[in-house]
């Protein structure tokens, strides 16, 4: 393995200042499920790992402030499928943590680090689309908030400036309950990364959000506001238009090892069709 300086700061002022003093040299180590295998085969190669588990604004924990479910970036997956806030407001996102790596791995992999690590097919990434959550950043200028939509570029690069962390992730509690669902499709059983993951939410007033990834550089967030999709009355003649406008921004690589883009295509129309019809039984039974 490269030979690396280790860090490990006590305070945020100090993990930001080393971050900021070494730029892309430096790499933040949260539950090191991505990055010591990184590390081990050599496609990252950092002067300075900086392991951020003892600084306590980042440290785990999910509660609810100000109308918003906050969750500190070391909180494991674990962690998060279990919690009764998340499952409650937002199902899909319980349901994306309980479907990473293996047991093992969600008792180390971070939230944060999920998204951080800005892979196409990062599985908490869908949902947390959806539910429309941003990270909490900080850095030498101080804290701001990022959408997560406006966070992704595409694999292992993020809009996270220079001396930037990740302290917390936020999801507003909606006004109006939006029933999600978690899918995907991996090559075999046990645990591998997706193929196709993908994430649907609706809610009363008729807005359905699908967000995927897996199927292009970085997840994707479409919305439709039509409301037909969750009419009742609506034929599926009426919602396939729809629905292949919503799937129109996928773009699968060719080269991937794990799927040819017409089978990560299809798979996306099934998973895409099953998310909708399941979320909107779960909307009806005030799940
Ligand atoms: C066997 C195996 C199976 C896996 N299965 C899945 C799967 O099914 N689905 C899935 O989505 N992923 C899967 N993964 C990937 C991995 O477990 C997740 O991406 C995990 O959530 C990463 O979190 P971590 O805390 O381990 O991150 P780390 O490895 O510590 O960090 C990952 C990246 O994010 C950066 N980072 C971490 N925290 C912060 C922060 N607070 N601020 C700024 N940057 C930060 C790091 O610098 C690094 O670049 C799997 C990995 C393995 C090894």
Do not use: W
């Amino acid at each position: 393995m490269h030979t690396f300086a280790y860090a490990r700061p006590a305070s945020l002022s100090e993990a930001v200042a080393l971050l900021d003093a070494h730029g892309p040299d430096a790499r933040v180590l949260a539950g090191g499920t991505d990055l010591i295998v990184r590390l081990r085969d050599g496609s990252a190669a950092p002067s300075i790992v900086i392991d951020v588990k003892r600084i306590a604004e980042l440290r785990p924990g999910i509660r609810e402030v100000d109308g918003r479910v906050v969750i500190g970036a070391t909180t494991v997956m674990t962690d998060v499928a279990a919690d009764p806030l998340v499952r409650r407001h937002f199902p899909a996102l319980a349901e994306a943590a309980a479907v990473v790596g293996s047991v093992q791995i969600r008792n180390r992999a971070t939230l944060a680090g999920n998204i951080c690590n800005a892979s196409p097919a990062a599985d908490t990434a869908p949902p947390l689309l959806v539910h429309g959550a941003s990270v909490v950043a900080e850095g030498p200028g101080g804290t701001r908030r990022i959408p997560v939509d406006e966070l992704f570029v595409r694999s292992g690069v993020t809009t996270l400036a220079r001396g930037e962390l990740v302290i917390a992730i936020e999801l507003p509690i909606p006004a109006r309950r939006i029933a999600s669902v978690h899918v995907r499709r991996t090559r075999r059983r046990g645990h591998d990364l997706a193929s196709v993951t993908l994430t649907c939410g609706v809610d009363a007033a008729g807005i359905t959000r699908l967000a995927y990834g897996s199927v292009g550089p970085r997840p994707v967030l479409v919305t439709d506001d039509s409301g037909v999709l969750v009419d009742p009355a609506a034929s599926d003649e009426a919602k396939a238009p729809i629905l292949e406008a919503m799937f129109a921004a996928a773009s699968p690589s060719p080269r991937s090892m794990r799927a040819g883009p017409e089978y990560r295509l299809a798979m996306l129309r099934v998973l895409g069709r099953r998310a909708l019809a399941e979320a909107i039984d779960r909307l009806a039974a005030g799940e």
